[in-house]
């Protein structure tokens, strides 16, 4: 059974930090790019960011390239998302997605764990 468990959220004030940790089980990890979303109330599911099966590449929403950070860890099966100079308006329900590589294709989402910025 494939899981996708987000931890790390929680309550911090504008210009904190938080890091975010989604651990994957049942899964052959290293094949699947991984992905940060995020979801404020009212206002539709966005990309936040992306890192691939090696970890070498990476990509970030505009909004906060500079201040959040994507990792990850093939061996503890394990993506990472540093936020650093939290704004307000991070404020939202952070998802981790899976995206296998190589086929066959599958997608799987965590639950999500909830970030609140306050100013």
């Known amino acids: 059974q494939v899981q996708l468990v987000e931890s790390g959220g929680g309550l911090v004030q504008a210009g904190g930090s938080l890091r975010l940790a989604c651990l994957a089980s049942?899964?052959?990890?290293?094949?699947?790019?991984m992905d940060w979303y995020r979801q404020a109330p009212g206002k539709q599911r966005e990309r936040v960011a992306g890192?691939?099966?090696?970890?070498?590449?990476?990509s970030y929403a505009d909004s906060v390239k500079g201040r959040f950070t994507i990792s990850r860890d093939n061996v503890k099966n394990t993506v990472y998302l540093q936020m650093n100079g939290l704004k307000p308006e991070d404020t939202g329900v952070y998802y981790c997605?899976?995206?296998?590589?190589?086929?066959?294709?599958?997608?799987?989402w965590g639950q999500g764990t909830q970030v609140t910025v306050s100013s």
């Open positions: 049942g899964m052959d990890f290293m094949w699947y790019d």
């Open positions: 997605n899976a995206i296998r590589s190589v086929t066959p294709r599958r997608n799987y």
């Open positions: 890192i691939n099966t090696g970890g070498g590449s990476t």
